[in-house]
């Protein structure tokens, strides 16, 4: 279905494990890094007339995949039309494939407050924003000023910050591909800025295991504003290892993998923990987490089926005549 792309930008049965943060799992179908929007939005039409699953990795630093690996296509935004950064003034415009940690450490140098914030949250752009990602501190969605997609239709479309209803961990991107974003920041003190940005990384690296350890930050949403990982703890499973997987010592709610660890082990120890913290306390975790697989028996159906194709309001960016109709609710809750 592809053959007409080069090798450089579409591999067949592309091993997924070296571009994830837990290091294992298995291949992609198709592993595509499309160079520009064009060739992106050519790709998601043909996977939409052809019924191809489609989905999207930046850093995968919330995903788990499947050791079977994943059919269809998984797309990756690398490439330079999709890296870029400029400054102007207040609003910083960034691509999606923009790396999160690249991005924080520019702008707290300029002096520019609204994404320190993010500090030692790894990621792209693109999968921040998908997960409005943040803690304690802040999220990313307070600083979104507007988001450029690709919807499934190969369309470009403008998305405003009250469009994408950013919740805890959540935005109503729905199936779009995020391609850039601009964020509107606050001029601040650089030196001021720094001192804040440095104290929150000393935070997470006194709480948490190491940035380079194989996982994927927190496993479960804190349910109501409880913290999950203090709920695992009480239920007595820091530390609990199940074949090459294990719950962090250090923060219960990361669990954390062996060198050439199985996916598989990762999933069961998730199941396991949320089965315990439910018999223990009657409180049903869910995974903040993604696990990519084609088995509905995978943790969570609604996360391992391929990424869902809605489309919520949204300004098209070219033309306007078949521009989709708004939606007038805002599911803040779903579960992508
Ligand atoms: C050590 C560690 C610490 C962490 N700490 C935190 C934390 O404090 N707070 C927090 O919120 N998270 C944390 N995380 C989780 C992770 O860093 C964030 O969820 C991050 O935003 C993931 O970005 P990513 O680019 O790696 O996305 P991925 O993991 O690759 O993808 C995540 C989701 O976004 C989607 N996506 C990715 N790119 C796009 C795109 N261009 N368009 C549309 N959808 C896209 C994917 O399909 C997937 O559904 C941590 C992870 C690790 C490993």
Not at 99 to 127: C, F, H, K, S, Y
Not at 186 to 201: G, H, S, Y
Request: net charge negative; charged share 25%; aromatic share 6%.
């Amino acid at each position: 279905m592809f053959d007409d792309l080069p090798e450089s930008i579409c591999r067949r049965n592309a091993p997924l494990a070296p571009l994830t943060w837990f290091k294992l799992g298995g291949a992609a179908e198709y592993l595509i890094t499309p160079r520009d929007e064009n060739e992106l939005a050519t790709i998601l039409r043909r996977c939409r007339e052809s019924g191809t699953p489609v989905r999207y990795l930046g850093l995968g630093a919330n995903v788990i995949v499947a050791d079977e690996g994943v059919s269809g296509v998984v797309l990756r935004l690398d490439a330079p039309a999709f890296t870029s950064v400029s400054v102007d003034g207040p609003r910083v415009s960034a691509g999606a494939g923009v790396d999160m940690t690249r991005l924080v450490l520019r702008t707290v140098r300029q002096g520019l407050a609204g994404l320190e914030n993010l500090a030692g949250i790894p990621g792209t752009v693109g999968g921040g924003i998908t997960m409005n990602c943040g803690g304690r501190y802040g999220e990313i969605g307070t600083a979104v000023e507007s988001v450029r997609v690709i919807g499934s239709d190969g369309r470009a479309y403008i998305r405003d910050h009250d469009d994408l209803c950013f919740s805890y961990r959540h935005s109503a991107l729905g199936a779009d591909c995020v391609v850039g974003a601009v964020f509107c920041l606050d001029p601040t003190d650089p030196a001021a800025l720094e001192r804040r940005f440095r104290e929150i990384l000393l935070y997470k690296q006194n709480t948490q295991p190491p940035l380079g350890a194989h996982s994927v930050g927190c496993i479960f949403r804190n349910p109501d504003g409880r913290s999950a990982g203090q709920i695992i703890d009480q239920a007595g499973l820091k530390g609990v290892r199940l074949g090459s997987a294990y719950v962090s010592d250090r923060h219960a709610n990361f669990v954390l993998a062996d060198e050439g660890g199985k996916a598989s082990d990762v999933i069961k120890l998730i199941r396991l923990i949320t089965e315990r913290v439910e018999d223990a306390t009657g409180t049903r975790l869910e995974p903040e987490v993604k696990i990519w697989s084609d088995h509905a028996d995978a943790y969570d159906p609604a996360s391992a089926a391929p990424e869902r194709r809605d489309h919520r309001r949204a300004r098209p960016v070219q033309g306007g005549a078949d521009a989709r109709p708004p939606i007038a609710f805002c599911p803040s809750m779903e579960g992508d």
